[in-house]
């Protein structure tokens, strides 16, 4: 509803990510897709690791998916070298997040696009008992 008091059209994606305490004393993993232009909130599946974004998502898609040449009119497939998120320490998902953004920004320079990614980028570790920025911009009045 806040998104449409400021505009009944605005489409905006955010995903949303955190633990909720069951009965059982247990902190369950919850993730979610919110769509304003719809009002969609879409529940994720936390079950397997891997990374997930909206926006701007060619740039990385390319980065990250299985590329095939031409030979002779034959597709012939690269090397294709998988992203083992199964094994990520906390640490390289800090990595991990920092990289994404940064390609997406760096390659978006020398592109003739419109802008749309850039600026001082934050970075919130959420565990199941407290939550810490691990950077955050400052923001002035």
Same mark, same amino acid.
């Given at each position: =509803?806040y998104f449409k008091h400021l505009d009944p059209n605005i489409d905006t994606h955010f995903i949303v990510g955190g633990y909720h305490?069951?009965? #059982?004393? +247990?902190?369950?993993? +919850?993730? !979610?897709?919110?769509?304003?232009? $719809?009002?969609?909130?879409? =529940?994720?599946?936390?079950?397997?690791? #891997?990374?997930? @974004?909206? #926006?701007?998502?060619?740039?990385? #898609?390319?980065?990250? $998916?299985? %590329?095939?040449?031409?030979?002779?009119?034959? !597709?012939? =497939?690269?090397? /294709?070298?998988?992203? =083992?998120?199964?094994?990520?320490?906390? /640490?390289?998902?800090?990595?991990?997040?920092? !990289?994404?953004?940064?390609? $997406?920004?760096?390659?978006?320079?020398?592109?003739?696009? %419109? +802008?749309? %990614?850039?600026?001082? %980028?934050?970075?919130?570790?959420?565990?199941?008992?407290?939550?810490? @920025?691990?950077?955050?911009?400052?923001?002035? +009045?």
């Amino acid at each position: =509803p806040y998104f449409k008091h400021l505009d009944p059209n605005i489409d905006t994606h955010f995903i949303v990510g955190g633990y909720h305490l069951t009965d #059982g004393g +247990k902190y369950e993993q +919850k993730l !979610y897709r919110i769509l304003t232009l $719809t009002n969609e909130i879409i =529940p994720l599946d936390t079950t397997i690791q #891997g990374a997930i @974004w909206d #926006g701007e998502i060619d740039i990385l #898609g390319r980065i990250l $998916t299985p %590329v095939h040449i031409s030979s002779s009119s034959t !597709y012939v =497939p690269m090397a /294709q070298f998988n992203v =083992p998120f199964n094994h990520f320490t906390l /640490q390289d998902a800090i990595d991990f997040a920092k !990289y994404a953004i940064q390609a $997406t920004i760096d390659t978006m320079k020398f592109q003739e696009r %419109v +802008k749309t %990614v850039g600026g001082a %980028v934050d970075i919130l570790i959420i565990k199941p008992d407290n939550a810490f @920025w691990i950077t955050r911009k400052e923001l002035h +009045k």
